[in-house]
């Protein structure tokens, strides 16, 4: 008698690798994920996440999950914002972000030698990727932007508690801010976010290369804002219907992430 054996293959898990860029004074707390064990990668994804988050947030584990089953040859690698996550920073100051973004691409290209390097960025982290991009380099092959912050100074000023503490910046005083994490802050940051309002820029030059998606039921970033700069910009745009602004839905957040490798697959 012949017995007949299925054998199912289990999904290889993404490898998950903890480290630090020590540089320039920072300290950046990281994180690559990969499907094999490599050195080097020709295309590396650095995943930024939004204003309370971390490095270990679980939509862009999502991401790279799906990401790493199709191309099994990328690295994805997200990093703690100052002042969140593992973060050793207690006051949050733009420059220092923008310090962080370039360790992390600085890394990616000098220590993992990729040739290409992508960009998803959420919320707070898509706003920063636009300053970025504008204000220091665009090294990016690609971009994608989920609900980015484009009125990043109003949503701020969302975030103090009190007409108190709004009293206190005005005074030249420090103010504790955040969800889970406190950190920081004072009317430096404020005057920064203003001051680098990333609707006052023109990105022409770069529109071909940027994909911004954004959830119709987003109550935290209305969309009519990515829809404006889209359009301001000839930006491709993608509503996701019925998605709210952290994508709570996993059907949806499935459905975004698909667009989003869709937009990174290489033309060749």
């Not at 290409?116 to 380099?137: A, P």
């Not at 109003?154 to 005083?173: T, V």
């Not at 935290?220 to 491709?236: A, G, L, R």
Request: hydrophobic letters at 40%.
């Amino acid at each position: 008698m012949i017995s007949l054996f299925l054998i199912h293959k289990e999904k290889a898990m993404p490898k998950e690798k903890y480290f630090d860029i020590n540089e320039d004074g920072c300290s950046v707390r990281c994180k690559l994920i990969t499907a094999v064990d490599a050195r080097e990668f020709k295309r590396v994804i650095i995943c930024t996440h939004g204003f309370g988050g971390n490095k270990d947030n679980a939509n862009i584990l999502r991401f790279a999950d799906k990401e790493t089953a199709k191309f099994k040859h990328d690295a994805i690698i997200v990093f703690d914002w100052p002042c969140h996550g593992a973060d050793g920073r207690k006051k949050l100051t733009l420059p220092e972000c923008m310090d962080y973004l370039r360790l992390v691409t600085k890394y990616v290209k000098e220590a993992l030698h990729a040739e290409y390097v992508y960009n998803y960025s959420v919320s707070f982290g898509g706003y920063l990727t636009l300053k970025y991009i504008k204000e220091v380099e665009n090294p990016f092959t690609k971009i994608a932007l989920r609900c980015p912050g484009i009125p990043m100074y109003e949503l701020m000023k969302k975030n103090i508690a009190s007409e108190e503490d709004m009293e206190k910046l005005e005074k030249g005083k420090e103010v504790l801010i955040g969800y889970g994490r406190q950190m920081k802050i004072d009317k430096t940051l404020l005057d920064d976010l203003a001051a680098s309002d990333v609707r006052k820029y023109e990105y022409f030059d770069f529109a071909d290369s940027i994909l911004v998606l954004h959830g119709t039921k987003d109550t935290t970033v209305p969309i009519e804002y990515s829809e404006k700069f889209c359009d301001d910009n000839v930006i491709e745009f993608v509503p996701i219907e019925g998605a709210d602004h952290y994508f709570k839905d996993p059907k949806l957040m499935d459905l975004a992430i698909h667009r989003i490798i869709e937009f990174f697959t290489p033309d060749d």
